[in-house]
């Protein structure tokens, strides 16, 4: 049998939000398998079991820059070590000078961001500078530069932990405003259930298929409950299927039909997601629980 470290058992406490033990169990039976005692752990659980991408797990913030016309924008996410300096004027003001060169540059990636100009120095010789200047490592992580079909709106939430730029075509101002507001608040992974990568809707599906067998129902009606929990799995993670957070009686694909509109795209960052911590010494605390302390 594979050996169940304390840090494994964090690891996927991290992931999950499961109770220790119950992790431990999960990695046990799984035989040190993280993916498949995640698994286990959603049979057990549900979905409260999933937590990872939701989890914040560096600092910095979120920069847009939208055109006045609204048909070109730009979004990048800039990291840093410590609450404290995302709220920095001089990083603050260099995050919102990079989306814009991102928007009127179109750099390739990171890397060509980093080589182009800026005031006389390239961006990472002002990015070395400033982190002199702070006292705190910082990097540019990613961006994404977008042409509207309709009209672009954004949205930032949190302090700028949150950032949101979607493509709304038809409707009005304030409609694509909302659409912005209720992606940061819901956090869709998706546009709609076409576009849902198979990897996750089958993940979901085993999840379900295993739940609904322990029910002891026949063959014919534990296939329903699989098709049905995929069904509500597939409106809670897609934009279009989702309740619209200022009027949960209608859905936002009801809402856009109802103002003549459609959703052509959108991009949700969330600052540090799926960057690990920081680990914290973990073996006392499963050592007490396990009552070996």
């Known amino acids: 049998m594979a050996e169940i470290t304390a840090s494994m058992v964090k690891d996927l406490r991290d992931r999950t939000d499961a109770p220790?033990?119950?992790?431990?169990?999960?990695?046990?039976e799984a035989s040190g398998d993280m993916a498949k005692a995640e698994e286990i752990l959603r049979v057990k659980f549900g979905n409260k079991a999933t937590k990872a991408a939701g989890r914040i797990a560096a600092e910095g913030v979120v920069g847009i820059y939208i055109s006045p016309?609204?048909?070109?924008?730009?979004?990048?996410?800039?990291?840093?070590?410590?609450?404290f300096v995302a709220k920095n004027d001089d990083f603050l003001a260099f995050t919102?000078?990079?989306?814009?060169?991102v928007a009127k540059n179109n750099p390739a990636d990171v890397a060509a961001l980093s080589a182009m100009g800026m005031g006389g120095k390239s961006v990472e010789e002002v990015r070395t500078q400033l982190v002199g200047k702070i006292g705190e490592n910082m990097s540019l992580r990613r961006f994404v530069r977008t042409s509207a079909q309709g009209r672009l709106a954004s949205y930032v939430h949190g302090g700028s932990r949150i950032g949101v730029i979607v493509d709304v075509v038809g409707g009005d101002e304030q409609l694509a405003k909302d659409v912005a507001m209720h992606i940061a608040a819901s956090k869709p992974v998706s546009l709609s259930k076409e576009n849902v990568p198979a990897d996750l809707i089958e993940k979901e599906r085993s999840v379900a298929a295993q739940k609904a067998a322990e029910s002891g129902k026949p063959a014919d009606i534990v296939a329903k409950m699989v098709e049905g929990a995929v069904a509500k799995y597939l409106k809670e993670i897609t934009l279009l299927g989702q309740p619209f957070v200022k009027d949960d009686k209608q859905t936002i694909e009801q809402l856009l039909k109802s103002k003549g509109a459609s959703v052509a795209g959108f991009t949700l960052y969330i600052v540090g997601e799926g960057i690990e911590k920081k680990k914290d010494d973990f073996v006392a605390e499963v050592m007490?629980?396990?009552?070996?302390?």
């Open 288 to 293: 007490a629980q396990a009552g070996k302390a």
């Open 69 to 83: 016309d609204a048909k070109l924008g730009a979004m990048i996410e800039v990291n840093c070590e410590t609450d």
């Open 20 to 28: 220790m033990m119950d992790c431990k169990k999960a990695l046990s």
């Open 96 to 101: 919102k000078s990079l989306a814009e060169m």
